[in-house]
């Protein structure tokens, strides 16, 4: 069972970036397969945000985000990073990071297709 851990959340104002990091826990790599990101508003369900294929070739992301966020892999730092620019309200959420499942399509976008999840990492954005 891999353990993810998120970090580089923060206040910010509209318009300004944050780098977030989704780390294996100490020995662990992840899986052979998608890690992906998602983020939960107070009130709201958890969405997804973007997803990485393991050898990094390939990406999705949720039409939100597209052209603001950039999802990454570093294979020596095992770690898969979410660059947010051009940060809005509006993205202010409680994100995770989550191995996906094996049997999951690659294009999922389903909360339940994936598994690991993070303790999140809080993204306040001020207007």
């Known amino acids: 069972q891999v353990q993810l851990v998120e970090s580089g959340g923060g206040l910010v104002e509209a318009g300004d970036s944050l780098r977030l990091s989704c780390a294996a826990g100490?020995?662990?790599?992840?899986?052979?397969?998608?890690t992906g990101w998602f983020r939960q508003a107070p009130g709201k369900e958890r969405e997804f945000v973007a997803a990485?294929?393991?050898?990094?070739?390939?990406?999705n992301y949720a039409d939100s985000v597209k052209g603001r966020f950039t999802i990454s892999r570093d294979g020596p730092k095992n770690t898969v990073s979410l660059q947010m620019n051009n940060l809005k309200p509006e993205d202010t959420a409680i994100y995770y990071c989550?191995?996906?499942?094996?049997?999951?399509?690659?294009?999922?976008?389903?909360?339940?297709?994936?598994?690991?999840w993070g303790q999140g990492t809080q993204v306040t954005v001020a207007s």
């Open positions: 989550a191995v996906q499942k094996q049997s999951a399509p690659w294009d999922t976008r389903r909360v339940a297709d994936y598994d690991y």
């Open positions: 100490d020995g662990q790599t992840f899986s052979a397969s998608w």
């Open positions: 990485i294929s393991y050898l990094g070739l390939r990406t």
